[in-house]
């Protein structure tokens, strides 16, 4: 087992730019799970990836998009960065789409947009 | 809507005091309730869980106990440590869906 990773630890962008930011999940696991943490705040639910396909989405507009590979790793895009999207960057795998107990966190991309 | 609130934090705390830090819920039925940790630089981690009314979640010294009469999962541990310095989140699933809803967190410090 190599646990939940992410790429890159930290990022500075500046306003209306795109990022892309990469989660590597847990052996087996075939979810994934976004999560954005603004500062000071708990996680918001972003989106869930199931076997390739988008399995349930939070309240985040259109420009936070994201894919699977067949290897269940995963990428979260956002364009047209704004100020508020500053926050730390949750990615988080588990066995099944409701596998909760078995969900495991990555440490997290931190996201400066300027 | 469901949500999760939690007592404001920060929490500081001397070696080996009581700790509770309070979560209340709201919510249609009986979501199933977490308390998650956040270690500096760390990834959130499940501390413990519980999945109907009266349950009691406990690990690592730390007890929850789900209570439907005042929609609360109040979390404790009777002696804290300098290693317990964490952030603290309460969560519940949302029904039907595929998610998790946080509370905002509790940080709390224990000095030796």
């Known amino acids: 087992e190599t646990g939940v990773t992410q790429s890159p630890t930290h990022l500075i962008k500046t306003r209306g730019q795109q990022v892309t930011l990469r989660c590597s999940s847990q052996s087996g696991h075939n979810t994934v799970s976004w999560y954005q943490q603004a500062l000071g705040q708990g996680p918001q639910f972003i989106f869930q990836?199931?076997?390739?396909?988008?399995?349930g989405r939070g309240n985040f507009p259109p420009r936070f998009s994201g894919l699977q590979f067949p290897n269940y790793s995963s990428e979260l895009n956002v364009n047209a960065l704004e100020l508020d999207d500053s926050a730390l960057y949750l990615c988080?795998?588990?066995?099944?789409?409701?596998?909760?107990?078995?969900?495991?966190f990555g440490p997290g991309t931190r996201l400066l947009v300027l | 809507g469901d949500s999760v609130t939690q007592m404001e934090g920060p929490v500081t705390l001397s070696e080996e005091a009581f700790l509770t830090i309070n979560c209340t819920y709201t919510a249609t039925g009986y979501p199933s309730l977490f308390w998650y940790v956040q270690y500096p630089g760390e990834g959130l981690q499940l501390l413990l869980k519980a999945t109907k009314a009266d349950d009691k979640g406990s690990n690592k010294g730390f007890e929850a106990t789900y209570r439907k009469e005042t929609t609360s999962f109040h979390l404790e541990k009777g002696s804290v440590q300098v290693s317990d310095s964490a952030v603290y989140f309460c969560a519940r699933i949302i029904q039907g869906a595929q998610k998790l809803v946080f509370g905002q967190g509790t940080r709390l410090t224990i000095n030796p």
């Open positions: 988080a795998s588990s066995l099944v789409p409701t596998g909760f107990e078995t969900q495991y």
């Open positions: 990836y199931y076997r390739e396909e988008e399995n």
